[in-house]
């Protein structure tokens, strides 16, 4: 069994790779982070000469070995494997004791971990921490649409597309980017923020994602303009919900939520599951849970030294004085 880093020539059979794993997802595939434009390298432990573990290890907006910004999982990436539980896990375990120790010695190494990541044994033997985190998942596979919409909060969700659907508020789909942008831009303003994006970067990796058929966008407008924006990743395995914005002063009620309504119905028979991101934040948090998907949980696995928990506690500080929790 060998750890190693792989070339960029071979980041093809990653990609295939990823795309067979039970933690694989588009995400961290590298034509995705390409779209990014962030910095990164990929660890792979090889046995009898294919992959059967590996890492992407990307940087973010600040220098340190943490998820980019619209990238909702990294983390280890496992082959299916054997359909011999005793075999399968014991080869698991020793790729993934070769990737923990590699990894511990990034000081900054603080990543989210794909929901089907659920062994993180090995990264705590070396001295690692780890958080439960939950997102909310539709599941298309089990659910009909309109089972999906029967589990939607009469008050909340149900009243508000009707709402949103009696105000005049049409709904488009792949809208022009500079509507995106200006809204997703003023819903930042309004927070007293500025936007985290750079136009001209998030404008290229949309671009980028349409080329690859792995991006829509939604706008609901009103009196002929803008006022709520919505932006989904996809592949066949999921629909991320990574962009949402809306413009208070001139929305009419429920305009939003009927936007992300038509947004999880077409995704009905393309994906397996509708992923809202974010679902941590206390205010998007009680909208989410309440279009009725199921509260799953995924690990934010970090490297246990004093330089993240500066940077912990330096978040928690920023949220408190920003959010007032």
Partial sequence: MELRKLQEDEYSSWDEFVEASPQGSIFSKSWYLDSLGVEYSILVVEYKGRIVAGIVLAKNEINTYANPMLDKYLGVVLEEGSSNKHKRESLEYKAME?????????KSFDYYFHPNFNNWIPFYWNDFAQKTRYTYRINYKENSIEDIYSAFHQGIVKNNIKKGQRSGATIKQDIPFEDLWDVVN?????QGSKSPFKKDKLKKYIETLYKKDAFHSWGAYFKGKCVAVAGVVYEPKSAYFLLNGIDIEEMPRGANTYMIYEAIKYFSDRCDYFDFEGSM????E?????????????MQIWNDNFF??????????YKKIRYGR
């Fill in 98 to 106: 070769l990737i923990a120790k590699e990894c511990k010695k990034i």
């Fill in 186 to 190: 003023k819903t930042f303003l309004r």
């Fill in 281 to 284: 934040l206390p205010g998007v």
């Fill in 286 to 298: 009680p909208l989410y849970r309440k279009f009725g998907g199921e509260r799953v949980q995924y």
């Fill in 308 to 317: 993240n928990y500066a940077k912990l506690k330096a978040k928690k500080i």
